[in-house]
């Protein structure tokens, strides 16, 4: 018996053995299985081309255009500067991404979509083992399917199908990995995991600022998921110091010379809200994540006033959500000792989508998909505990098997695999680009002001790109514009850019310089400083004849901004109209000895020279012109032949090369 018992004794050993085979197999199964979602969803948006804001980022930018050698001058620079010298914070991680791209293979939307859903199922295996290594006492049910939930989850599609959001999952990353390292550090007690953990907030920081509020759910996940005690945290407290001073020193450098700009189409209560305006609209952002979380429909990509309304103490929606949050409060407080998953899931998404709520601070837009894309894995980790109790699986249970597909769980589970990741799929033909998604967009927005003012914009951007397209095509896309700026004026009449386009579009468009002054008039009324409507405005003023008035209007633009160059170019044309030449030799004289250096200020002066019969003097200008420009045709040949008709084929030839390689 003895014997027996001995060639017994191995067989619990090799169970475990069998068990962790297993379970490695289930692992490299599941990951698989995410892996393969994410390309079967998301694959078709490869296809796409640019779309909303990928003309500030990839398309239209020519610092990223550089590639990898621009990517020291990104570490110092913020992520986008408009024309109006407005920053878009500091991002300088994905914007690197961008120029490695251009770097290794051009300006190619279908790469840069590739590798968008190549990150995003990186991020969802990453959350996998994460969440798995978190979750080490339940059943592997529970981190699947929260992974599964969040994986499908349409709220999710405009950060996967938009080039630009791809900071927002690089920010997401930093985040799971952040976690990974100071879960390791908490096991392994190596101090070098520490300095992993520091450097992915600092990675996530530098993606996106959404990041911040890991600072503080991090130390919750590891206390409330793995009970570890604020004493052997203190480290981790103290590593925040190295990715917060950096971060804080470097997006101080970049923005040394830049503000954002806020205005009210983005929120009306960026003007002069106090904190008792802001917290209606904060209950009713709160509804409005958790209805888009739940039902997910329409999807937009541009919110704002007055699609979302500012929501005040008289709105229902607010008392619902306060009666709401009041109950899930008292919940918490009963429950929270016995740190359930749900209750984790609720705190979780109200502390990182407190950001997002316009409480603090008003937020661009007022609301946004993109916002929801952290907070929603709180979210996840609700509607996982809600299905597994409602099939009464016990997920406490680690030796619980995996259920079959056949089992009701799995069956539901599949059918909101079914729905939620069709409503992603299907969302990716309106990213197909920029005129789809905003013309698909204000149908589900018509009262949003700023969707409105783009699809217009986009309208007159299409007629810029097919020079070639029929009087009937141009005609409908000129009406769509007017329809759309007058839509956006209507729901906000002070709406000034839209003041200003609409102004031009019935100078350009219509031949009505008389019809655009009103528009342009208010805009500079409005915005006493917005160079273009000063410049627009001058140049109907001219169209008409009234010389004064434009001269006035054209001063003023170069008193706003000395180096908006098409100012010189159209005050010099109408002061040789009204044969005024002394007037064009002292304005462009006058620029160039301000420092201002643009090849039209040489052009203009060499012109009044050359019609004066003035050649000798003419000709050093037009040198000087190509200098800061070469690419002008008809320049290059008339420099070509007066030298050689002169006899100098030295700088003729010269010339001459430079002809050939001139595209205009």
């Known amino acids: 018996m003895k014997k027996s018992k001995e060639k017994e004794s191995p067989k619990p050993e090799k169970k475990i053995i069998e068990n962790v085979f297993s379970e490695k197999k289930l692992n490299r199964r599941i990951i698989l299985f995410f892996v393969l979602l994410c390309f079967l969803i998301y694959g078709k948006s490869i296809k796409n081309n640019y779309s909303m804001d990928d003309e500030f980022v990839v398309r239209n930018n020519q610092q990223v255009q550089r590639g990898i050698e621009a990517i020291p001058e990104i570490f110092r620079t913020t992520y986008v500067v408009n024309s109006q010298k407005s920053n878009y914070e500091y991002r300088p991680i994905v914007k690197a991404t961008f120029a490695l791209e251009c770097e290794f293979f051009g300006v190619n939307p279908h790469v840069s979509h590739f590798i968008n859903v190549l990150l995003y199922a990186l991020a969802i295996v990453l959350l996998y083992m994460v969440l798995k290594a978190l979750l080490l006492k ?40 952040s976690i990974f390292f100071y879960l390791k550090f908490i096991e392994t007690k190596k101090y070098y995991h520490l300095f992993f953990g520091a450097f992915f907030i600092l990675f996530g920081l530098m993606s996106k600022k959404d990041a911040m509020t890991i600072v503080a759910i991090i130390p919750f996940t590891l206390w409330f998921l793995k009970d570890v005690s604020f004493k052997r945290m203190i480290p981790i407290f103290i590593s925040y110091v190295f990715p917060i001073l950096v971060y804080r020193y470097a997006n101080k450098i970049a923005n040394h010379n830049f503000s954002r700009k806020t205005l009210d189409w983005e929120n009306p209560l960026y003007l002069g809200s106090t904190l008792w305006d802001r917290i209606p609209s904060g209950f009713y952002s709160i509804y409005f994540y958790l209805k888009m979380f739940l039902i997910p429909h329409p999807l937009v990509s541009y919110y704002g006033y007055n699609q979302v309304p500012i929501a005040t103490w008289s709105n229902a929606i607010v008392w619902i959500v306060l009666i709401g949050l009041l109950g899930v409060t008292f919940y918490i407080i009963k429950n929270f000792k016995t740190k359930g998953i749900e209750i984790f899931g609720i705190l979780f998404f109200l502390v990182t989508i407190s950001m997002f709520t316009n409480v603090l601070v008003p937020v661009v837009g007022i609301v946004g998909e993109r916002f929801a894309f952290i907070p929603s894995l709180g979210l996840c ?138 528009y342009l008039k208010k805009a500079i009324t409005l915005d006493t400083n917005y160079v273009e409507a000063y410049f627009n405005l001058a140049t109907c003023e001219a169209k008409g004849k009234n010389y004064v008035d434009a001269e006035k209007y054209y001063m003023k633009s170069i008193e706003i901004d000395p ?102």
């Open 138 to 177: 339940y059943n592997i049910l529970l981190p699947f399917i929260i992974t599964t939930l969040f994986l499908i989850h349409p709220l999710h599609s405009e950060v996967v199908i938009s080039i630009k959001n791809r900071d927002v999952i690089l920010s997401f990353t930093g985040f799971i990995l």
């Open 381 to 518: 980790f609700v509607a996982a505990w809600a299905l597994l109790n409602a099939y009464k699986v016990v997920y406490e249970n680690k030796e619980l098997k995996f259920p079959a597909f056949s089992s009701p769980l799995f069956l539901t589970l599949g059918v909101i695999i079914l729905l939620f990741g069709l409503r992603s799929f299907t969302r990716i033909k309106d990213w197909k680009d920029t005129f789809t998604l905003y013309q698909t967009d204000v149908k589900n927005a018509p009262e949003s002001a700023h969707a409105n003012s783009l699809i217009a914009a986009a309208s007159i951007q299409k007629i810029k790109e097919n020079p070639k397209m029929s009087m009937q095509e141009k005609r409908f896309y000129v009406q769509n514009a007017e329809k759309y700026y007058l839509e956006s004026i209507r729901i906000i009449p002070d709406y000034i850019s839209s003041l200003n386009n609409l102004g031009m579009i019935y100078y350009t468009y219509y031949n009505q310089p008389e019809k655009s002054i009103p």
């Open 563 to 664: 180096n908006f160059v098409s100012t010189y170019f159209s005050l010099s044309a109408m002061y040789a109209e009204e044969k005024k030449y002394d007037d064009i030799l002292k304005l462009n004289k006058d620029a160039i000895k301000k420092g201002i250096k643009a090849d039209v200020l040489h052009v203009n002066i060499g012109n009044v020279y050359f019609m004066r019969g003035d050649t000798l003097s003419a000709i050093p200008y037009f040198e000087e012109c190509i200098r800061l420009n070469s690419n002008n045709r008809f320049l290059n040949s008339f420099l070509a032949n007066y030298f050689k008709e002169k006899g100098d084929l030295e700088k003729a030839n010269k010339y001459y090369d430079l002809m050939g390689a001139s595209k205009r």
